[in-house]
Nanobody, 116 residues
Framework: QVQLAESGGGLVQAGGSLRLSCAAS????????MGWYRQAPGKQRELVAT???????NYADSVKGRFTISKDNAKNTGYLQMNSLKPEDTAVYYC??????????WGQGTQVTVSS
């Protein structure tokens, strides 16, 4: 069974940066495409960014120009680089991936807190 392991969350001041990682376990489960989502307290989970197998990316308007999604196929890992962070970016961030052999998985979530 594949697992997605997230890392990189933490506490940062407004204007700072963090890089989230999402690594898939199991050599048979190569990531095809991936999305990052976030859920703030009392709010619904929202899509932040996606990347396709061909490398095409898409972003929520609220993060365009500040966040960058990428993936390293050799490492079977996806990333979310977050710059110019704002207090409203505070949330639990989740990765979600589809795999080349089929199937889908979610990461366990990582907390990002941005102080003003």
């Amino acid at each position: 069974q594949v697992q997605l392991a997230e890392s990189g969350g933490g506490l940062v001041q407004a204007g700072g940066s963090l890089r989230l990682s999402c690594a898939a376990s199991g050599s048979s489960f190569s990531i095809k495409d991936m999305g990052w989502y976030r859920q703030a307290p009392g709010k619904q989970r929202e899509l932040v960014a996606t990347i396709t197998s061909g490398g095409s990316t898409n972003y929520a308007d609220s993060v365009k120009g500040r966040f960058t999604i990428s993936k390293d196929n050799a490492k079977n890992t996806g990333y979310l680089q977050m710059n110019s962070l704002k207090p409203e970016d505070t949330a639990v961030y989740y990765c979600n991936a589809n795999f080349i052999i089929g199937g889908n998985a979610w990461g366990q979530g990582t907390q990002v807190t941005v102080s003003s």
